[in-house]
């Protein structure tokens, strides 16, 4: 015990944490952006398709939900090269990983909010004569959207949290700039002190900002 | 390639059996407190009810590995050494606990509150009311998000692997170095790490319906 608190090491090294939280919320950004679409994508085909696609769907969304993260990134960045030509930045590896991991979550959350848009819409838009097309787009996605916003809300909240994976293969995002400053300075209470608090407050102002989104969302539509 | 790994196939058993372990006792440990201190938040003094709250926000709010990291790196500072097996499981049962807080909550929440009333207009004692009352109504709600989250913790437990634990992970990691043979290998882990969890899904589901018969 007698432990004294010295936050001076952190503050001369906390650039190596801001930069680290600008790209923690980047890596998120872009990642959910693919899953996003992954999960439309998916979603829809999965509603509208026959069995052999709908085994193949489920499959990718069981396989994702049922493995540890961080097995994922290993798989695709230490692995995948080994038996695939290509070669990636450790965060270019990181997107891909977390963008087809958010996407497996996301298939299941529009999915089930297709489910969830009322027939009564589906067919007021049939009996208008638009075509099957034009009634996912503006009458089946803008009701799941709006059903499933809180949902894609906590989505990105928690892959915010999940960037902190990405730290394992060198990915300077927040974690990494924390376990930096505990290598190099031995501030080790001190630095996890503050990197919790960043993690919180940006991640409360994010699910603020986004409980804002959703409500204007709404009263929008 | 297949016999480097089915040469390796005792020692990544081994690994599992740590990760089942350590998920073991994080679930159990976990589910202990959280219920204490998820009681502690619905009917407690409060200023203890501020104190859970705190906890399970601030908990639910940081990632795992940073609370991972903190209890591993930061006890010792602090003068407390943990072996790091058992910091680790520290770690992912402070998380773990903060979710089963709020299953309590939100299960004991939904029972009306007429319930309460009507065992306190009979006379029963607050134990009483808990444990003929509410509890008994409560479980059902309180099992299935408890029961899908218990497949979170053996995925967490895979993070135990960066404190340089022989869990499953540690083990395919291994296991990699000597053989050069990552991408069998990796797949071989995910489908280990698969077949645990989908059959604790499944045994999940199995149970839900088995509670299902209550309905109001």
């Known amino acids: 015990m007698g432990y004294a608190l010295n936050f001076n090491l952190i503050w001369r090294h906390f650039d190596k944490l801001w930069g680290g939280l600008l790209l923690s919320l980047e890596l998120a950004v872009i990642s959910i952006a693919i899953g996003i679409v992954i999960g439309l994508v998916l979603a829809v085909w999965y509603v509208s398709a026959g069995r052999v696609v709908r085994t193949i769907i489920a499959a990718y969304v069981e396989f994702i939900r049922n493995v540890p993260l961080i097995l994922l990134v290993y798989l695709v960045f230490y692995g995948l090269p080994t038996v695939v030509d290509i070669a990636y930045s450790a965060q270019t590896s990181f997107v891909a990983t977390l963008a087809l991991y958010s996407g497996a979550y996301l298939v299941e959350v529009f999915r089930s909010g297709l489910e969830a848009v009322p027939r009564g819409q589906i067919d007021a838009g049939k009996a208008i004569g638009l075509t099957p097309w034009q009634r996912l787009l503006h009458v089946r996605l803008p009701t799941m959207l709006r059903i499933t916003l809180p949902a894609l809300s906590n989505t990105f909240i928690s892959l915010f949290k999940d960037t902190s994976v990405a730290s394992v293969i060198s990915v300077p995002e927040l974690t990494y700039g924390a376990q930096w400053i505990n290598f190099n300075t031995f501030r080790i209470v001190e630095v996890y002190l503050v990197v919790t608090a960043m993690y919180l407050l940006t991640g409360y102002a994010l699910l603020y900002a986004l409980r804002l989104l959703e409500r204007w969302f709404r009263a929008a539509h | ?216």
């Open chain 2, 1 to 216: 390639m297949i016999g480097q790994i089915a040469y390796a196939l005792p020692f990544l058993a081994q690994g599992l059996a740590l990760t089942l372990w350590v998920s073991l006792l994080v679930v159990v440990f976990s589910l202990i407190a959280g219920v204490i201190m998820g009681v502690g938040l619905v009917y407690g003094p409060v200023p203890l009810r501020w104190a859970v709250r705190i906890f399970s926000d601030t908990i639910r709010g940081i990632p795992i590995l940073v609370l991972i990291f903190f209890v591993y790196y930061g006890l010792p500072a602090v003068g407390l050494h943990l072996p790091s097996f058992w910091a680790a499981v520290l770690a992912l049962t402070l998380f773990k606990t903060a979710q089963v807080i709020e299953y309590l909550r939100g299960a004991v929440g939904s029972i009306p509150k007429g319930q309460s009333e009507a065992a306190m207009a009979i006379g029963l004692t607050f134990r009483q009311r808990l444990a003929y009352v509410i509890f008994p109504q409560a479980f059902r709600r309180f099992l299935p998000p408890w029961i899908n989250g218990v497949t979170d913790a053996v995925k967490g437990s895979a993070l135990v692997s960066l404190l340089g634990i022989t869990d499953l992970m540690q083990a395919i990691n291994q296991v990699i170095g000597r053989t050069y043979e990552a991408m069998p290998l990796y797949i071989l882990g995910a489908l280990i790490y698969f077949a645990v969890n989908y059959a604790l899904s499944l045994a999940s589901r199995r149970l839900e319906k088995r509670f299902s018969f209550i309905r109001e």
